[in-house]
């Protein structure tokens, strides 16, 4: 029994940072209808800049988690307005070459500057912490925390802001957004910075975990696009029920069936949940 809870615990846990990444993708793909396949590359520039910001000027782990939330944000701007709005007019197959070529231009770029090697994050919250017999670390304690902090601030966010109205409308109803005044472009810029601060975040909470190497955004992506198909495409709710079965099921896979087979159950369960519920388990656009 305490092997399961303790599955559990490291099943919330992954699923937490499943469904960081996987609310800016739905977000984006709500509202601007890219599915931005360039996100995973968000989720590595941030824990690089984390990473960096620590070793370089030696500051406290939160300072340099909020450094790289500004910087991945700010970089997710210039993704929506120097590639996908100039793109907006052209036929869909170009954003998502578009995407491509931000992948291929990080992958090349973060070895060239940082080396292809593998770095461990040190973090305060590296202790073993032991919650009803079940022993953890305070980095996976943290890491459901903050993902729960980043939730909730994000609905309070949509649903109490002006600028989250307009987000909400344009996801629900884009041309009369239009009518009423909307201005596109800024509600644009906000979501892909949106995307880019929950990537950061996970990263950030993440990296101390998994390590930080190049590749670090390829699997994770792809786990988080499978979540947002299986949650229904541009819905918030179900991209979080989504992150959190596909975590969970992939802790107790590796425990219970073999570790060697934990990456394929994401694909399995889309393949299931595809074939019950075609459209995923909910609707589109539910916020």
């Given amino acids: 029994m ?19 990444v996987a609310i800016g993708l739905t977000l ?15 989720y590595m520039v941030g824990g690089y800049a984390t990473l960096m910001t620590m070793n370089a000027f030696g500051v406290h782990y939160f300072i340099a988690m909020a450094v790289s ?13 120097l590639v996908f709005n100039p793109l907006r007019n052209a036929p869909p197959i170009h954003d998502k070459i578009a995407a491509i070529g931000i992948v291929l231009f990080f992958d090349a770029l973060i070895p060239l500057i940082w080396g292809n090697e593998y770095h461990r994050m040190i973090t305060p919250f590296d202790n073993a912490v032991s919650v009803l017999g079940i022993s953890t670390s305070g980095q996976r304690i943290l890491v459901i925390v903050v993902a729960c902090i980043a939730v909730v601030l994000l609905q309070l966010f949509l649903k109490k802001t002006m600028i989250g109205a307009s987000i909400i409308a344009m996801a629900q109803n884009r041309e009369g957004s239009f009518l009423v005044g909307i201005n596109a472009n800024t509600v644009a810029m906000m979501t892909f910075a949106i995307s880019g601060i929950l ?10 975990i998994n390590l930080v190497y190049p590749s670090m955004g390829h699997l994770v992506i792809l786990k988080a696009f499978v979540v947002v198909i299986i949650g229904g495409m541009g819905s918030v709710p179900g991209a979080i029920v989504g992150g959190m079965i596909l975590g969970i099921s992939e802790s107790l896979g590796a425990t219970y069936i073999s570790n060697d087979y934990k990456d394929m159950i994401a694909f399995l369960l ?3 949940i595809m ?7 909910f609707a589109k656009g539910v916020y």
Avoid: D, W
């Avoid at 305490?2 to 960081?20: A, E, P």
């Avoid at 939330?69 to 307005?81: D, H, K, N, Q, S």
């Avoid at 990537?199 to 101390?208: K, L, M, N, V």
């Fill in 2 to 20: 305490t092997l399961f809870l303790q599955q559990i615990v490291n099943g919330v846990t992954l699923g937490s940072v499943y469904i960081l």
């Fill in 28 to 42: 984006v793909f709500g509202i601007l209808h890219v599915p931005n396949f360039a996100h995973g590359a968000l």
């Fill in 69 to 81: 939330i500004i910087c991945v944000a700010l970089l997710a701007i210039l993704m929506e307005r």
């Fill in 199 to 208: 990537a950061a975040i996970a990263a950030s909470i993440a990296s101390p």
């Fill in 270 to 272: 889309l393949i299931i």
């Fill in 275 to 281: 074939t019950m519920r075609p459209k995923g388990l």
